[in-house]
């Protein structure tokens, strides 16, 4: 009877079951050898068994918790997912593949938020956001995008990241908003993103940029979505365009309202006359949509491949987004169908 009852076969195989695990080290020569493969898929599993030792570890409180290893092997693990997907054009399981890139960032992010600082938070969700976005899921890319954003706004002003740093967070909500077309959204942060601005004294040519992509594409909704709620200076920064009269000259405000210079003004007012004037013309507002990109054209080149027959010879164009350029393309082609 007491041979029955004894524990020790079920301590036999628990320690059976331990020594077929693999350590951590075990685990990360096996890492360099995948990585020479280029063999994501083996990458991420194992980058996931490596989080498990981390966490089993951290339970079994031997040494010091090991938080940020932790935090690291869920969002390697979800990094080498993402590539799969973008080297991979078609993929029978990419849907859930997604779900697994939106599980392991979200248990990277839960362990940030709960050990890290603040700026590690912001940082892995916009690194989350924007790789979650570039495979086409912008629902899941804004909820990691808010996160950082809630746990900016709980930081003090002397801790707060740079401005450019803060305004890449709320560029990519901005960018799901564009898309899922939830136009009154998308206004209220280019008023955040003015007004973020505008309490900075140093800005890096790329955030300007950003606050002039913003200011155009308001002004585009503004003038195209009939119902859309505008503030104040949404209303005087389009007044100030001087719709009503294409000979009058450009109104200008103390402090600006317009982020844009002069002659940046007048090149986007020509855009906007070709789409909403008595000579309004789709030819000509293709044409220019590469000029009026140029204003806000980045450091780095985004490749964008057009399909539009005034574009064909242009494979790569130095513009702001994707879902930008298509934007101008849409607003420009449903407002001459729509007055012609």
């Given amino acids: 009877m007491l041979q029955k009852l004894s524990l020790t076969p079920k301590r036999n195989m628990e320690q059976e079951a331990a020594k ?53 092997y869920y969002q390697a693990g979800a990094q080498n997912l993402v590539k799969i997907i973008k080297r991979d054009t078609v993929l029978p399981f990419e849907q859930y593949f997604a779900g697994d890139i939106v599980h392991l960032y979200d248990k990277a992010l839960n362990v940030a938020v709960r050990y890290m600082d603040p700026s590690v938070v912001h940082t892995l969700s ?13 629902l899941e890319a ?18 707060l990241p740079d401005l450019m740093e803060r305004l890449l967070i709320l560029f990519g909500i901005m960018e799901t908003f564009l898309i899922e077309e939830r136009w009154n959204d998308y206004l209220i942060y280019t008023d955040k993103i003015w007004m973020m601005g505008m309490k900075e004294a140093k800005k890096s040519g790329l955030s300007v940029n950003i606050t002039k992509e913003s200011e155009q594409l308001a002004v585009l909704l503004l003038l195209y979505q009939k119902d859309v709620e ?36 007048k090149v986007f007012r020509r855009f906007l006359f070709y789409v909403v004037s008595n000579k309004r013309s789709y030819e000509k507002c293709a044409a220019m949509i590469p000029e009026i990109s140029d204003i806000v054209a980045r450091p780095f080149r985004i490749e964008v491949h057009n399909n539009n027959d005034h574009l064909k010879n242009l494979e790569i164009l130095p513009i702001y987004s994707r879902t930008c350029i298509n934007f101008f393309h849409h607003a420009a082609r449903n407002y001459c169908m729509i007055f012609q």
Avoid at 23 to 36: A, F, P, R
Avoid at 126 to 138: M, N, T, V, W, Y
Avoid at 238 to 245: E, F, G, H, I, K
Wanted: overall charge neutral; some cysteine.
């Fill in 20 to 72: 077929s695990l693999e350590t951590e080290e075990q685990l990360l020569q096996k890492l360099k050898v995948l990585q020479e493969e280029k063999d994501y898929l083996n990458m991420s599993l194992t980058y996931e068994k490596l989080a498990d030792v981390i966490e089993n570890r951290n339970m079994d409180k031997v040494g010091r918790p090991e938080h940020g290893k932790l935090m690291f």
């Fill in 126 to 138: 916009r690194e989350a956001g924007f790789a979650l976005l570039s495979i086409d899921k912008p």
């Fill in 142 to 159: 804004r909820d990691m995008f808010l996160r950082g954003e809630q746990r900016l706004e709980a930081l003090p002003v002397k801790v």
């Fill in 230 to 265: 505008c503030s104040e200076r949404h209303k005087q920064l389009l007044a100030s365009y001087r719709l009503d009269d294409w000979k009058a000259p450009i109104v200008k405000h103390n402090p600006p309202l317009s982020t844009l210079s002069p002659s940046e003004q």
